[in-house]
């Protein structure tokens, strides 16, 4: 399974793609920073990650678009702009056909690290392990943009398990839904 | 000038086209409400806004696009739904090369009522005068766009004349900004 993962911002925004394998092995594929000026129009700025988005879908074609999942208890201007990148990242990926899904920030920060309060450092840290790299991704977007990736590639294979066993436990129950 | 003004949601998204006139009156020229399904995927749905828009623009070839600006002082839901509905049509309004523009909700309502904290029935009671509707535009989500289309045609000269003024008056001190 290929992933883009991608950790929306205005002014940086990280996209990762991974290829998730058998027995869980992740391998890095892409990563790139989107920049926009932040003194640029908003439509501008918008315009110009959806192309990238775009570009980089068609490039890689990716099985699935995984996006972080936007809290609004934080700073209220960064949350209004990692909404907006994140709905064109979204509208991106479907105009393509491509799947889309969602992750907390402590969901990826449990899949990569084993904490849902990891710091920074510690993502990146293991970002750079789990995908066998020589040097730390710079800036923490892109280590982010890939530890989205990597936390699907790992929690869809669990998910679709415990769902079976939860099918197959309702079947021999009896119970219907 | 025409503008198409946005009230943007997932579920129902107000779009409104008006020309505005000399001497500030202004012309309904079209207005709609875009549905999407609550159960559907987020990514189909940002898509099918972005369809919608990207239709509209087409078809009446608004001057500007205005949206509502988003706060997050409200329900965390509602307004992530609102800031995604949002960038999607900025990113439409940008990639068909027509300007975008941003007000508040209460600039909206201080524009057709006098009062920044006007209801919404009073809002649409002033949108239905103001276009000399024969009916109440409904529902609210439609009236809002109409609103916010009115607001930008009307506070866009008083802006333009305000910055000359200044323009002007800064000439006259030799203050150079």
């Known amino acids: 399974m290929r992933v883009l993962g991608v950790d929306p911002g205005l002014t940086r925004c990280g996209v990762g793609v991974v290829d998730g394998g058998p027995g869980g092995r992740c391998k890095l594929v892409h990563v790139e ?17 959806d192309l990238a988005f775009t570009a980089a879908i068609a490039q890689y074609r990716p099985d699935v678009v995984a ?35 969602l992750h907390t920030p402590s969901e990826v920060k449990a899949a990569v690290t084993g904490n849902g309060r990891a710091d920074k450092a510690q993502v990146t840290t293991m970002v750079t392990r789990l995908l066998k790299l020589t040097e730390r991704p710079k800036p923490a977007d892109a280590a982010d943009a890939l530890a989205l990736a990597i936390c699907h590639c790992w929690r869809t294979p669990m998910q679709t398990k415990m769902q079976e066993q939860i099918a197959l436990a309702q079947r021999a129950q009896g119970v219907k839904r």
Chains 1, 2 share one sequence.
């Open 67 to 101: 996006v972080e999942r936007v809290f609004s208890q934080h700073n209220v201007r960064t949350v209004m702009g990692t909404a907006q990148a994140g709905a064109v990242a979204l509208t991106a990926a479907a105009r393509a056909g491509v799947r889309v899904a």
């Open 33 to 49: 920073v989107v920049r926009t000026p932040p003194d640029a129009d908003i439509g501008a700025r918008l315009l110009a990650l």
